[in-house]
């Protein structure tokens, strides 16, 4: 079965979301929500673009090697408008026009949403490395996809780190550095510190980060 390409009717446009009906049969509807335009909604794609495409945004697992041989996964609380909560969030953010145009648009990308979201400024000893190029979130009701990255930063402190680079509808609310054992308590039981729920990514992070230091 496949999407009628020439039967996608816009139900909604706006500046950040959009929804379209997709008829897959006559008188069949299936209901989108996404970020992209008409034009460029993953299921236009041909199997080429798709097996090619960019995701829309990359999600940041942040690993800091601190003196005394600690290592930390940073963390932070972000306001979520749909939930109405602060989340326990890893390092995020949407691909950027500029971010596309680069040789190398997923770490482009991550280090700007690195220095923007904790003050960071990654330097050439660091390393950033793609763990998963392109993964749909919500393949059911979105085309949102997210590529996760690993960062592993070296500091002599932490006095330089801060939230001052958040934009637009951003808030952040105070960081977490979690030790291994942390990460996996909240790991298991699927909430945070504050007994809150949280999102796959960073159910995701949290993985990595255990993964990296078993």
């Given at each position: 079965m496949e999407i009628n390409r020439d039967r996608i009717e816009t139900l909604y446009e706006g500046k950040f979301l959009k929804?379209?009906?997709?008829?897959?049969?006559?008188?069949?509807?299936?209901?989108?929500?996404?970020?992209?335009?008409?034009?460029?909604?993953?299921?236009?794609?041909?199997g080429?673009?798709?097996?090619?495409?960019?995701?829309?945004?990359?999600?940041?697992?942040?690993?800091?090697?601190?003196?005394?041989?600690?290592?930390r996964l940073l963390m932070s609380y972000?306001?979520?408008?749909?939930?109405?909560?602060?989340?326990?969030?890893?390092?995020a953010g949407l691909l950027?026009?500029?971010?596309?145009?680069?040789?190398?648009?997923?770490?482009?990308?991550?280090?700007?949403?690195?220095?923007?979201?904790?003050?960071?400024?990654?330097?050439e000893t660091d390393r950033i490395t793609v763990l998963n190029p392109c993964a749909f979130s919500t393949p059911g009701m979105t085309d949102e996809s997210n590529a996760f990255l690993l960062a592993?930063?070296?500091l002599d402190s932490l006095d330089g780190l801060n939230q001052e680079?958040?934009?637009?509808?951003?808030?952040?609310?105070?960081?977490?550095l979690l030790d291994r054992e942390h990460a996996l308590k909240i790991f298991r039981s699927g909430r945070d510190d504050h007994g809150n729920f949280f999102s796959l990514a960073t159910w995701m992070v949290l993985s990595i980060f255990l993964q990296e230091n078993a």
């Open positions: 929804c379209f009906d997709l008829q897959y049969a006559e008188g069949k509807h299936y209901y989108e929500a996404t970020r992209r335009d008409r034009n460029d909604l993953v299921v236009r794609k041909t080429a673009e798709f097996r090619e495409m960019l995701p829309d945004a990359v999600t940041i697992a942040v690993v800091l090697h601190l003196p005394g041989n600690e290592t972000e306001y979520r408008y749909p939930v109405g909560q602060f989340l326990l969030s890893p390092v950027d026009p500029e971010d596309r145009l680069s040789s190398h648009p997923l770490e482009e990308a991550a280090v700007r949403e690195i220095r923007e979201e904790t003050g960071i400024e990654m330097k592993e930063i070296t680079g958040a934009t637009g509808s951003e808030q952040f609310d105070g960081f977490e």
